[in-house]
């Protein structure tokens, strides 16, 4: 981050380094590529306004469910993972960065309480596990830092990663399911 210059993102994208000095600050071009990168936009309000939260609270059943939160989370992560990776970088020296990577996790953490509030009004979650230490976990558990480390690190598959995420959320953050009655 603090190598690359204006000039060398205008190169690397083919345009004009006034070009991209209209765009706005260094930090802000970083910042726009993660939340495009994640989520798809930026400056994004509220999930559940967005394509994905309303295919989301479309569905009905508590397993489809997270199967959907963990393709969609997932995802998200092989899109954002690099540039993450590099903001956090940038992040140890730059403190308007910090200060975005502390609003960023911040609102990831409120956007996946809108999530689970939505779960949680299905009767889809633990009942016997505070509501704020749930939000907690499934926030650890699909963080892009433990996908990273597993992925990155651990050399786990994407599909291996899926599996897990699926499978600690079901145990740790999801109410059992429901058993038909016979």
Wanted: proline letters at 2%.
């Amino acid at each position: 981050y603090s190598r690359t210059t204006l000039a060398r993102i205008a190169e690397a994208a083919g345009v004009s380094v006034e070009t991209v000095q209209a765009q706005g600050s260094k930090a802000a071009l970083l910042v726009a590529a993660v939340e495009l990168a994640a989520v798809g936009v930026s400056d994004a309000d509220n999930i559940l306004d967005l394509d994905v939260g309303r295919r989301f609270l479309a569905l009905t059943d508590r397993d489809e469910a997270i199967d959907f939160y963990v393709a969609e989370q997932t995802a998200a992560h092989e899109r954002s993972a690099a540039i993450v990776q590099a903001l956090n970088g940038a992040a140890a020296n730059d403190p308007d960065i910090r200060r975005y990577l502390d609003e960023l996790l911040a609102g990831v953490g409120q956007q996946l309480r809108r999530i689970l509030t939505v779960c949680r009004e299905r009767g889809w979650l633990r009942a016997d596990v505070a509501f704020d230490e749930l939000v907690g976990t499934a926030v650890v558990l699909g963080s892009v830092d433990t996908y990273v480390r597993l992925v990155g690190h651990e050399g786990w598959t994407v599909d291996v990663f899926r599996a897990w995420l699926r499978r600690m959320l079901g145990e740790a953050v999801f109410a059992p399911p429901r058993r038909s009655r016979r």
